[in-house]
């Protein structure tokens, strides 16, 4: 009797130990969190549309990115100078998904994952479109290799500072503009769709 209450501690000592053992340690949360912006905007909301017509739309463009904060810092001239390439975010590189084919300064671009980058000019940026997916920050990307579509576009002032980066989209004939700011600084992105 006495050894069978000694083997039930031993193994039951063992199983709590090799509980705590496998025990993960998970990340905190990240400073520059990420977040998704669809075009047409509330299409991931559709589930709980009131018309038809928005419960049926169909996600055109995705984006996922990763928000820092601009903290205070002055960002396009003391974070992120002009002439740099800049990852559109923090971390991983900010990836597109197109789920149609588009058109980009008159290119077409297959429906696909892309990541964006941003070469930094002090009154417009050169925004890439770019093949090589799923890195961090913009250390690999090589713009004449992997770029498939760029197009150059104004920078313009914004009305209020834009604490936390942001991406969002805005309808435009014949497709939508894909608007990048953060702190007082965006930028329209056209994206042609059919």
């Known amino acids: 009797m006495k050894r069978i209450i000694i083997l039930t501690l031993a193994v039951l000592a063992c199983f709590t130990f090799g509980i705590n053992a496998q025990a993960q340690e998970f990340p905190e949360l990240d400073k520059s969190p990420m977040d998704m912006a669809y075009y047409p905007s509330r299409v991931a909301f559709r589930a709980f549309a009131k018309t038809d ?31 740099n390439i800049w990852r559109v975010g923090a971390n991983e590189s900010t990836e597109v998904m197109f789920f149609e084919d588009v058109t980009i300064d008159g290119k077409k671009v297959k429906a696909g994952r892309y990541t964006i980058y941003i070469k930094l000019g002090e009154e417009n940026w050169e925004v890439h479109f770019s093949t090589d997916t799923d890195g961090w920050g913009h250390y690999a990307f090589k713009p004449e290799e992997s770029t498939v579509a760029k197009i150059t576009v104004p920078t313009e002032e914004t009305e209020s500072t834009v604490e936390y980066m942001s991406i969002m989209f805005e309808e435009a004939d014949p497709g939508a503009h894909m608007i990048i700011a953060w702190d007082d600084t965006m930028a329209r992105v056209p994206i042609g769709l059919k």
């Open 53 to 83: 017509e928005e419960k049926n739309a169909k996600p055109l463009i995705r984006v996922t990115y990763s928000r820092p904060k601009a903290d205070g810092r002055a960002v396009f001239t003391e974070l992120e100078k002009p002439g």
